[in-house]
């Protein structure tokens, strides 16, 4: 089953890769992002590091407007945040705890919203960092 989050910051929030990776490990994640990231221009599959071996997530960059149009219920929630990152593991459980870790450093960090968007809820940060710890150390 695939993972699937949106997390809504504003525009001047999200992260270079550095300021990303420096989240990740104020967490204390073992996760590295591939140096192809780039804010605003990385589409699809993004290559990662998960305690040492192969990773990763599809990524996408987006205004938030139509996200809004299908989950009316957030505009309140969200204040100025303008942009949307979504992140989407394919199935695989390595996958699956990028996309959380990911989610959870961008709301600790970068007073991001992560939503579910198949459960229609918000995920605080401190949620999906326990979560995110807990789906790895399920990890053979």
Known sequence: MSQSLSAILART????????????????FKLSVDESYVPFESKGYLPCTLNGEDGGLNIRFDAV?????????????????????????????????CVLMLAAALAEKFDAIVHDPKKGTIIPADKLAAWARSQFAELD
Do not use: M, N, W
Not at 18 to 27: C, G, H, I, S, T
Not at 77 to 91: E, H, K, N, W, Y
């Open 13 to 28: 929030d999200v992260p270079a890769r550095e300021a990303l990776e420096d989240a990740v490990e104020a967490l204390k």
């Open 65 to 97: 407007e139509p996200y809004l149009a299908e989950f009316p219920g957030l505009k309140d929630q969200i204040g100025l945040r303008d942009t949307l990152v979504g992140l989407r593991s394919g199935g695989d459980p390595r996958e699956d705890v």
